[in-house]
């Protein structure tokens, strides 16, 4: 029994390989869908647009880079900034980016307002000469307030601060304070009033333009075209 099996079992395999191959057409009527290469490319759409790869081709071709310029990001410029300059002088340094038009045409740089705070400072002097300087100076020692010698601003040279300040008020109350410990001859004076100071911007500027901005020669008006303080960051 198990041998009639196996013979049926080889005689099926005989068979189908025959039909497989086509040889057994004129009996059954049928053959098999063929498989070869040919006749798969001839069912393909459109096969025009394939393009059949020796081995190893296909990680070759994903590896390569894209060359499509249209395909790469665009590359940024670089930012560069002048300044910071005070309202009087941002007119001549708007007249000479106004120079080099149209390499940057309206629009293409920005007018950056900054805030600058004023200064304060609570003040004892002037003294006459170093005799003098010096006995207030004792005599600040012994009240415990802490001070330091003025050597500039030259108009304050010759005498002690006794803190700076940011805010007109801030350096009042510390005067309040002083006055309570003794100190009587302090006063509050403005070493720079609060002030709009101006950068320059271009924030996108090509190669040929940087190499034109970092040029110019912007005398008595502030710090030249140099990269954005947010690019060293």
Same mark, same amino acid.
């Given at each position: 029994?198990?041998?009639?099996?196996?013979?049926?079992?080889?005689? =099926?395999?005989?068979?189908?390989?025959?039909?497989?191959?086509?040889?057994?057409?004129?009996?059954?009527?049928?053959?098999?869908?063929?498989?070869?290469?040919?006749?798969?490319?001839?069912?393909?759409?459109?096969?025009?647009?394939?393009?059949?790869?020796?081995?190893?081709?296909?990680?070759?071709?994903?590896?390569? !880079?894209?060359?499509?310029?249209?395909?790469?990001?665009?590359?940024?410029?670089?930012?560069? @900034?002048?300044?910071?300059?005070?309202?009087?002088?941002?007119? *001549?340094?708007?007249?000479?980016?106004?120079?080099?038009?149209?390499?940057?045409?309206?629009? *293409?740089?920005?007018?950056?307002?900054?805030?600058?705070?004023?200064?304060?400072?609570?003040?004892?002097?002037?003294?006459?000469?170093?005799?003098?300087?010096?006995?207030?100076?004792?005599?600040?020692?012994?009240?415990?307030? /802490?001070?330091?010698?003025?050597?500039?601003?030259?108009?304050?040279?010759?005498?002690? *601060?006794?803190?700076?300040?940011?805010?007109?008020?801030? =350096?009042?109350?510390?005067? @309040?304070?002083? *006055?309570?410990?003794?100190?009587?001859?302090?006063?509050?004076?403005?070493?720079? /009033? !609060?002030?709009?100071?101006?950068?320059?911007?271009?924030?996108?500027?090509?190669?040929?333009?940087? @190499?034109?901005?970092?040029?110019?020669?912007? !005398? =008595?008006?502030?710090?030249?075209?140099?990269?954005?303080?947010?690019?060293?960051?």
């Amino acid at each position: 029994m198990l041998r009639t099996a196996v013979l049926l079992l080889i005689l =099926a395999n005989a068979l189908f390989f025959a039909w497989t191959q086509g040889w057994l057409a004129g009996v059954t009527g049928t053959r098999p869908h063929p498989e070869r290469e040919p006749e798969r490319l001839g069912r393909q759409v459109h096969p025009e647009r394939i393009t059949v790869l020796p081995p190893g081709g296909a990680a070759s071709a994903a590896a390569a !880079p894209d060359t499509n310029p249209a395909s790469a990001p665009p590359q940024r410029g670089a930012c560069l @900034e002048a300044g910071p300059f005070a309202a009087g002088a941002t007119a *001549s340094a708007l007249a000479a980016l106004q120079a080099l038009q149209p390499a940057l045409p309206p629009g *293409s740089w920005q007018d950056v307002a900054l805030e600058r705070p004023g200064r304060w400072m609570v003040y004892m002097g002037r003294y006459p000469n170093r005799e003098a300087l010096a006995k207030k100076e004792e005599e600040l020692k012994r009240t415990r307030v /802490a001070f330091q010698l003025v050597n500039e601003p030259a108009d304050y040279a010759m005498g002690f *601060s006794l803190g700076r300040f940011d805010e007109r008020s801030a =350096a009042e109350r510390a005067l @309040e304070q002083f *006055s309570q410990r003794g100190v009587r001859s302090a006063r509050v004076v403005e070493l720079a /009033a !609060p002030a709009t100071l101006h950068l320059l911007r271009v924030a996108n500027a090509d190669a040929a333009l940087a @190499e034109r901005l970092s040029a110019l020669r912007l !005398p =008595a008006l502030g710090r030249g075209f140099v990269p954005c303080a947010s690019d060293k960051a």
